[in-house]
């Protein structure tokens, strides 16, 4: 941006350029530009690298826990569930019976993971409108930043661009 600013004023205050000065100078202009558009992708690269990283940090913020909760759930069910098969299996019922009492506890155990399940998904569906809000704003915000800094560069290269055709001008080119 300083250069491309100096390079203008440079160019305004020659009073009689030869071909020499405007060939340099164009080639000069040319480098310049193609610095200004290698620095605004590099910075939109960085900005889009930098809003995933704090988006990832954040989705497993919200995330993590509900996997967690849904994890300690269902292994606090198939305890429950084993420790009621283990207590059908030493008591004194047999045949019909047993068998009625083992598919009750199943029943029991099935319908638990169902409703961890359904929590589980619920928690999951809310945190994801959460993060793709987050997403959305940051998006629009960084898109702000990246217009700004490309009617910047573009100003730039048109000052420049007029720059060397006033010096041509001059030259009597």
Not at 48 to 74: M, T
Not at 78 to 87: G, I, N
Request: cysteine-free; glycine content about 4%; aromatic content about 4%.
């Amino acid at each position: 941006m300083r250069a491309a600013k100096a390079q203008i004023n440079r160019l305004d205050h020659v009073r009689h350029p030869g071909k020499n000065y405007i060939h340099t100078a164009s080639k000069r202009n040319a480098r310049i530009v193609g610095q200004l558009n290698a620095r605004r992708s590099k910075r939109n690269k960085q900005r889009a690298a930098y809003l995933q990283d704090k988006l990832n940090a954040y989705s497993n913020e919200l995330i993590d826990p509900v996997n967690e909760r849904y994890s300690k759930g269902v292994d606090a069910a198939k305890r429950e569930y084993r420790r009621d098969v283990d207590r059908i299996n030493r008591g004194n019922d047999k045949g019909r019976k047993k068998q009625a009492a083992l598919r009750r506890a199943k029943r029991q155990y099935e319908t638990r993971l169902d409703r961890l399940a359904a929590v589980r998904s619920e928690q999951l569906q809310r945190a994801n409108e959460n993060i793709a809000a987050t997403k959305q704003l940051n998006e629009k915000f960084y898109k702000r930043i990246s217009d700004r800094e490309k009617r910047e560069v573009k100003s730039l290269k048109d000052g420049l661009r007029r720059a060397l055709a006033d010096l041509r001008n001059r030259g009597g080119r």
